[in-house]
């Protein structure tokens, strides 16, 4: 008899996932079900000055809004978190909603830990940071729970928003450290595809390969869930139909909620702690060092991860090429084609990063991540990540 497998599968924090339903006015009825008296908004800069998305969220919530910020960069450098905190600190925020993307919605989440432990300064983020060998979703020994509710509506399709954890980069060190606990993931999400029509395409297109990449390595993961398996094959097949129908008709409502529901599919192992692989660790650096946009370096790194995977994930690819609707094709050539179908980039020389020496940075940065070591397939040395850096070079 074949041995069982086993495991724990732990909810996450999140109370209600609220879809298909206007932003303006289901965060105005969960503020008033919350009891909040002074919601401080934290928003993408571009959607601050290029829509009037925020102003009629703050105009719903009339009275309840305390303020507005929208300073935090992308990959979600400690200075703005720092600086997003001061700000919500002197508005008295009670609420916090956090409209953009991860880097928006990353920085919310850290925002609410510092307030709770009264982080001022960007040194004193050491405090709360991930060590080695640490949980991805427990908490930190010493670190205050937050206490501030969280509300987010995402405007991309990155999946920070069903997560505990956020990336945020040190200025100094030039890498992305994670920060985590189980409270800062937020209460509530809102789904609302129309707040999406103001994404750049590229974003919205990228940020969905991005999901696509969580699904992937959560079902190649060295420690899959039977339940976040099953729902990240849902949203490889949602991925798979509703990016391109986005990208043919950018009004097509129900594609891009199919987008955002498959997005939150995708994390579901995310929530739980269920470990990813080199797609993700050296995505991390491809970002926080490389400076390559979040989603754009799953586009670039994923299908030649895939490929260097495929020997001993034979199983779990199969079951992905049949779910985007190509049953005995290699699974990382249906990604790849995918992937050129909605006009992304694929090559570090298409972003800008293709000397020598930054790969060679981005190499050595890649093997300080976490998921570099809980790829299916091992990755003994920084040889191995620079071979598949080069593959992605042109």
Not at 133 to 153: D, F, H, N, Q, Y
Not at 218 to 235: K, R, T
Request: glycine share 8%.
């Amino acid at each position: 008899m074949n041995a069982m497998y086993r495991g724990i599968y732990t909810m996450p924090k999140i109370e209600r996932v609220v879809f298909g339903q206007a932003a303006t006015e289901a965060v105005l009825l969960e503020a008033e079900r919350l009891n909040a008296q002074r919601v401080f908004m934290l928003v993408a800069g571009a959607l601050a000055r290029e829509t009037d998305v925020p102003r009629r969220i703050a105009a719903a919530l009339r009275a309840r809004h305390a303020s507005t910020w929208s300073g935090i960069s992308a990959h979600t450098p400690r200075e703005d978190v720092i600086a997003a905190a001061d700000a919500a600190r002197a508005a008295g925020a009670d609420l916090l909603v956090a409209l953009g993307g991860g880097s928006v919605i990353d920085a919310a989440k850290v925002v609410s830990t510092c307030l709770a432990n009264d982080i001022r300064t960007a040194a004193q983020m050491d405090m709360l940071r991930k060590g080695p060998g640490e949980s991805m979703t427990g908490a930190k020994s010493g670190v205050r729970s937050p206490t501030i509710p969280l509300l987010a509506v995402p405007t991309t399709l990155a999946g920070a928003e069903f997560t505990a954890y956020a990336g945020v980069t040190n200025a100094t060190t030039h890498l992305k450290e994670i920060f985590t606990h189980p409270a800062q993931v937020p209460r509530v999400i809102v789904l609302d595809p129309e707040v999406t029509t103001h994404t750049p395409e590229a974003l919205w297109l990228s940020t969905g390969v991005r999901a696509f990449d969580h699904a992937v390595e959560d079902i190649c993961s060295i420690d899959s869930q039977p339940y976040s398996q099953g729902s990240a094959l849902q949203a490889i097949r949602l991925l798979s139909t509703a990016l391109p129908a986005t990208r043919s008709d950018p009004r097509d409502l129900r594609a891009r909620l199919d987008s955002q529901v498959a997005g939150w599919l995708s994390t579901v192992g995310s929530q739980a702690g269920v470990n990813k692989g080199a797609s993700h660790g050296i995505g991390h650096a491809l970002g926080g060092t490389g400076g390559v946009p979040h989603g754009v370096t799953s586009c670039i790194l994923m299908p030649h991860v895939m490929k260097f995977n495929a020997p001993v994930v034979e199983r779990q690819h199969a079951l992905i090429s049949e779910a985007m609707g190509e049953p005995g094709v290699p699974a990382w050539a249906a990604v790849s084609r995918l992937i050129q179908s909605l006009g992304l980039p694929r090559t570090l020389q298409e972003v800008g990063l293709d000397s020598d020496a930054r790969i060679e940075a981005v190499a050595q940065a890649a093997m300080h991540d976490p998921w570099i070591r809980t790829n299916p397939r091992p990755i003994e040395s920084v040889d191995t990540v620079r071979m598949l850096l080069e593959q992605a070079r042109s």
